[in-house]
């Protein structure tokens, strides 16, 4: 059964930083898409950023890129998302996602229903 648990969100002021953490397992995390979408309140779940485990190559929501970096440290079956210079408009739940490594490009990489395992979720909130 696969699980991602996600971590490290918070309360932080416009222009600082936070990096979230999603603790995959249950399986084999070396073949996946790996994601973080965001959705606020009455809005739809987008994709911010995507990495193909054990790979390099990223890809990134045009309102982050610049500010946030997603990463993996596959030792630890686990993926990261340093969000620097933050903004009002990050304010959301973040996820954690992952699905087959096919979707990783940049056409499919944001679209929600070509992942099928699911985080809980962790808030993030930016205030002025």
């Known amino acids: 059964q696969v699980q991602l648990v996600e971590s490290g969100g918070g309360s932080v002021q416009a222009g600082g930083s936070l990096r979230l953490s999603c603790a995959a397992s249950g399986y084999t995390y070396s073949t996946s898409c790996m994601a973080w979408f965001r959705q606020s309140p009455g809005k739809e779940r987008d994709g911010v950023a995507a990495?193909?485990?054990?790979?390099?190559?990223?890809y990134y929501a045009d309102s982050v890129k610049g500010r946030f970096t997603i990463s993996q440290d596959n030792a630890k079956n686990t993926l990261y998302l340093q969000m620097h210079s933050l903004k009002t408009e990050d304010t959301a739940i973040y996820y954690c996602?992952?699905?087959?490594?096919?979707?990783?490009?940049?056409?499919?990489?944001?679209?929600?229903?070509?992942?099928?395992?699911w985080g809980q979720g962790t808030q993030v909130t930016v205030s002025s």
């Open positions: 990495i193909k485990s054990g790979g390099d190559t990223s």
């Open positions: 996602a992952a699905g087959h490594p096919i979707f990783c490009s940049g056409s499919t990489w944001a679209t929600r229903s070509n992942f099928g395992s």
